[in-house]
DNA sequence: AAATGTTTACCGACTA
DNA sequence: TAGTCGGTAAACATTT
């Protein structure tokens, strides 16, 4: 397919919009993926054009790589240095009509019906695949995921599956536990707490789901021998072979697991139809502080303000319309975080059933008396995270052992939460601790 | 601090 | 005419 050369447009403007010269460059690029910078440099070298006015352009190519699931960012290995890099979608190949970057075929959206999986494999997304399934194999529950490319082959389809089952999520979800920090969120509200959980299960079991599909052969590898070798069992997701219940898997999860919130987000985990697609940054954090909304904070801001008439011209937010005025649309095609949420149903924290003092299914004894206020040794929750340094919770996240070095118990119990942050934590503790055998 | 990444908002052109 | 798409600005978050 023709292929612009150096400088084809001269100082005139490509007829080729940002999607399509970022596809262009990565494509060019032997391995399929570029970073952002090299990104920049491939527009730069062929095009004159842009060799002005760069933040200009540049902001609306980057604003394109995020806001479009035509692109994916693929994290670089540990190893490596600088940012991600960007690579295409592995089945955004017809895009582009006959190959040709001048003419968009329709926008493309990872909630495309597929049917099944494709074939061949995009080699630009192998590296990222086999990222995931080193960095993030275990917090989802896989177990061993070799670097042969057939086990590699399987992630991504395993990938492919999901993205076509699941509408929301354009990217792999890296689950984003950050920490929150001190101060600056308070308690976190077990509405939006539970909305994260859910995002957190739905994306991780149509994950799993999918994974699992593939190891029964329902989809592909008929017969395979390394059917389930690979994978571990997650409680609420029944699995296909006979089940082997992990160690933590005791009657006490089982039980409270049938009117826990946990299990009330099992059955609500997918999406509702006509939900809104979006990436989201669903980090407790932005869920919890409620920056979903900015267009409400502002306007109240705005009208506090005595300052208002100074915003700027562009970024009116146009807060009253006056009567009769041609409305302006709202984009409903685009990403509406608020909307987002509204698509979770509300989670009522049920009666707590969990100790406070140890995780559901753990062999953390119980005591039959409240524990006076010394013992048991402090737990993390997502509560007690609100209450801890990054370094705590990087630690925990990666030895599963709270950092003892702290005087201070940062352990608060808070009966309206607990049931469910510690729901959350559990279950992502769980993800991590989980080993077959 | 600078680069990179995400999201909202608005506008105009195009299209079904 | 409503919906879709591309471009731009901007605010803000995250990562290096």
Redesign the pocket.
């Known amino acids: 397919m023709p292929r612009p050369g150096r400088d084809s447009y001269g100082e005139q ?1 490509p007829p ?6 970022t596809a262009m460059a990565i494509q060019s690029s032997p391995n399929k993926m570029m ?3 090299e ?2 440099r491939y527009i730069m070298d062929r095009f004159p054009f842009y060799r002005a ?1 760069t ?14 699931d035509c ?1 994916v ?1 693929i ?2 290995r540990g190893d490596q ?6 690579g295409l979608h592995p089945t955004c190949g017809e895009m582009f009509e006959n190959g040709s970057f001048l003419r ?4 493309f ?1 990872t909630d495309f019906p597929q049917s099944g999986i494709q074939n061949g494999v995009n080699p630009s997304m192998m590296s990222h695949y086999q990222h995931m399934s080193h960095n993030y194999g275990k917090e989802i529950g896989l177990n061993i995921i070799g670097e042969t490319q057939i086990e590699r082959n399987r992630i991504y389809q395993a990938h492919q599956q999901f993205l076509s089952h699941q509408p929301r999520f354009g ?1 792999f979800p890296t689950p ?1 536990y ?1 920490p929150m920090k001190p101060g600056v969120i308070g308690h976190p509200n077990p509405e939006t707490t539970a909305a994260a959980v859910a995002y957190f299960r739905s994306a991780m079991t149509g994950f799993r789901n999918a994974m699992n599909k593939m190891a029964a052969g329902d989809v592909i590898n008929p017969g395979s021998d390394v059917k389930y070798s690979m994978f571990n069992s997650v409680p609420g997701i029944p699995p296909f072979t006979p089940h082997q219940p992990h160690p933590t898997d005791s009657k006490e999860i089982e039980r409270s697991s049938s009117v826990s919130p946990s299990s009330d987000e099992e059955n609500h985990t997918s999406p509702p139809e006509n939900s809104p697609k ?6 407790i ?2 869920i919890i ?1 409620g ?6 904070s ?1 306007l109240r801001e705005e009208s506090d303000s005595p300052t208002s008439t100074q ?8 807060p009253v319309d006056p009567p009769n005025a041609k409305r ?11 909307r ?1 949420l509204d698509a979770f149903p509300k989670v009522i924290p049920p009666k707590p059933l969990i100790h406070p003092w140890g995780f559901p299914g753990t062999s953390t004894p119980k005591p039959t008396n409240p524990p006076p206020s010394t013992q048991p040794p402090p737990q993390f929750s997502l509560h007690t995270m609100a209450h801890s340094r990054p370094s705590d919770y990087t630690s925990f996240y990666k030895t599963g052992i709270p950092r003892q070095d702290s005087n201070e118990s940062r352990y608060i119990p808070s009966p309206e939460t607990d049931d469910v942050t510690f729901s959350a934590f559990a279950k992502l503790k769980r993800f991590t601790e989980l080993q077959v055998q």
């Open positions: 403007k080729y919009s940002y999607i399509a010269l970073s952002l910078s990104i920049y006015n933040q200009r352009w540049q902001n609306s190519l980057r604003h394109n790589l995020s806001f479009n692109f960012k994290p670089r240095p600088g940012k991600g890099l960007w968009r075929r329709k926008r959206k990217t984003r950050t979006s990436k989201i940054n669903f980090s954090e932005n502080s920056r979903f909304s900015p267009k409400e502002k915003r700027s011209k562009k970024r009116s937010l146009n302006s649309r709202n984009d409903f095609d685009r990403a509406s975080t608020p987002m």
